[in-house]
T-cell receptor, first 112, second 111 residues
Framework: DGGITQSPKYLFRKEGQNVTLSCEQN?????MYWYRQDPGQGLRLIYY???????QKGDIAEGYSVSREKKESFPLTVTSAQKNPTAFYLC???????????FGQGTRLTVV | KQEVTQIPAALSVPEGENLVLNCSFT??????LQWFRQDPGKGLTSLLL?????REQTSGRLNASLDKSSGRSTLYIAASQPGDSATYLC??????????FGDGTTLTVKP
């Protein structure tokens, strides 16, 4: 069953903690992306990666970090430097950067 | 900087009606445009992808058009059904491979 799996579905973070969101795909896609969605708004790009061991900052990268050590995995760490991390986080992948993007089911992060 | 606008923000129609959702963008130097559907609390489902060289794409009751010169795309939904109720987003990809999303149109189809 091919697709993109995000985990966990819900995540709670205390002030000052780092948390890592998981994104795994078995579609053999080269490109992967992380987006943030706030209520009633569209998606904003955090980071993207076009090949293994390479990634670029998106429009709102401050307070976030990523790694791309394996083709199928693109974890996102929300650091304590991110002042307003409560949001819905979506991971996507595509064959390469110019092709159709497919999304996971998202992780809802809440700061408590 | 590319800006993408979707109007209206919300739309309510009776079942069976044909409808059009709009997406406009400020920079016509795009690579492609993609329409998505999002159900509450869920991820995005890809509906249609239009390359910059294409004028339209069709899938079932959905038809998407693209006019690059005027910076507009429309998503036409024929014979709407209650199951079509969702938020519809458009995303415009630039030659740098990054996509800019609109804020979406929330559609409600009443039985």
């Amino acid at each position: 069953d091919g697709g993109i799996t995000q985990s966990p579905k819900y995540l709670f973070r205390k002030e000052g903690q780092n948390v890592t969101l998981s994104c795994e795909q078995n579609l053999n896609h080269d490109a992967m992306y992380w987006y943030r969605q706030d209520p009633g708004q569209g998606l904003r790009l955090i980071y993207y990666s076009q090949i293994v061991n390479d990634f670029q900052k998106g429009d709102i990268a401050e307070g976030y970090s990523v790694s791309r050590e394996k083709k199928e995995s693109f974890p996102l760490t929300v650091t304590s430097a991110q002042k307003n991390p409560t949001a819905f986080y979506l991971c996507a992948s595509s064959v390469h950067r110019y092709t159709e993007a497919f999304f996971g089911q998202g992780t809802r992060l809440t700061v408590v | 900087k590319q800006e993408v606008t979707q109007i209206p923000a919300a739309l309510s129609v009776p079942e069976g009606e044909n409808l059009v959702l709009n997406c406009s963008f400020t920079d016509s130097a795009i690579y492609n445009l993609q329409w998505f559907r999002q159900d509450p609390g869920k991820g995005l489902t890809s509906l249609l992808l239009i390359q910059s060289s294409q004028r339209e794409q069709t899938s079932g009751r959905l038809n998407a058009s693209l006019d690059k010169s005027s910076g507009r795309s429309t998503l036409y939904i024929a014979a709407s059904q209650p199951g079509d109720s969702a938020t519809y987003l458009c995303a415009v990809a630039t030659n740098a491979g990054k996509s800019t999303f609109g804020d979406g149109t929330t559609l409600t189809v009443k039985p």
